[in-house]
């Protein structure tokens, strides 16, 4: 159960971090609007999950012993660059084998593998010492919490667009403030 909370807090707060870092709240804002169309959703998730597992099947690939001398400089670009090679695969096959499935679903493959990089999941595999089967399980589990935030985070972001908060609050800040809370709520329930 320790380990459910864990992933989820650290979904919530990896959203807060990608955020931070992308202009725009790109991420969570199109997180959001492919929560509100179902099929959207759904396949957020699976690529979500699709990349997480790339992700952490490569780093077991690329250890930190590669790169003895700029190891921490190094190994994090070598693990960026196999999601953004991951992502410009499927694009590809995608977009030669599935070109309708693409148009309808596009708009997610790529806020999907920039959560791979956001949410540091082959630094997860090493600090936990997952195997191979455990790290495509930890991806489903990433996959499956994402589609959980996403249903939980939905309703309350609408929420947070009420007239009756201060114009300054309204909307995205307001659900960042949120997600804030959960992650913290989240956090002290781990201890």
């Known amino acids: 159960m320790t380990l459910l909370l864990q992933i989820l807090w650290t979904l919530l707060a990896a959203m807060t971090v990608e955020n931070l870092l992308l202009p725009g709240t790109l991420g969570f804002s199109r997180m959001l609007r492919a929560a509100r169309k179902p099929e959207h959703r759904a396949w957020y998730a699976i690529f979500v999950g699709i990349f997480s597992a790339i992700s952490l099947e490569l780093s077991l690939l690329i250890p930190p012993q590669l790169f003895p001398a700029y190891a ?13 090679a991951a992502y410009l695969t499927a694009s590809f096959a995608l977009r030669r084998l599935l070109p309708g499935f693409l148009r309808r679903h596009g708009s997610v493959l790529a806020p999907a593998a920039i959560n791979t990089v956001v949410l540091a999941l082959p630094y997860a595999r090493q600090t936990l010492a997952l195997d191979a089967i455990q790290g495509l399980a930890y991806a489903a589990g990433t996959a499956l919490m994402f589609y959980l935030a996403s249903l939980v985070l939905t309703p309350a972001y609408e929420r947070c667009r009420s007239q009756s908060a201060p114009d300054c609050f309204r909307g995205l800040p307001a659900a960042l403030l ?14």
């Open 72 to 84: 921490n400089v190094l190994r994090p670009l070598c693990l960026a660059l196999c999601a953004a």
């Open 178 to 191: 949120t997600i804030a809370v959960l992650s913290m709520a989240f956090l002290g329930f781990t201890g």
